[in-house]
């Protein structure tokens, strides 16, 4: 289900629900205050979770028209944790489909730390080399980053960002 972007400017630590406007982790230290996230020109696309918005099933998706004549398909992204203050860990997944209205999806082998939360401020770069049967495709390609667990432990749940989203071929 798609979900409302707010495009205004949140802090890390704002803990309502929603797809959000952060500041990138990228430039900045785990202390940055309210005003140093403002003033921040590097956003990043983020989520903060709660027990009833997207723990489980957020998801940032990435649709590609198609893939026509391209091969040795790779992702790459940082995955953000932003607010270290909190306890509970998330861990996400990144997985593909193909065709218009796909129903199925297949999980994609990614490198990097993909657990955020656990108290920790990180910025991590993730690798995705997608396999051959997203090339060559007339039809679209989707690509995404989720969450198909809860997140585990106690206290708030994570803030969490993607940031600096390539593809190559």
Known sequence: TAATFATAKVAWNNV????KNFASAT?????ADQAA???STNRALGI???GSFGDPGAAFVFQLSNTTGRSNIAMSFKLQSLDASSARTTTWQV???VGDNPTTFTSATATGTLAVGNSS????TI?????AAVANQSQPVWIRILTTTASTGAGSRASTAVDDVTFTW
């Open 16 to 19: 309502s629900g929603a797809f």
């Open 127 to 131: 690798t995705v080399n997608l396999p």
């Open 121 to 124: 401020f990180s910025n991590n």
């Open 95 to 97: 997985d593909y489909a």
């Open 27 to 31: 430039g900045l230290t785990a202390t």
């Open 48 to 50: 903060r979770q709660t």
């Open 37 to 39: 996230q403002d003033a």
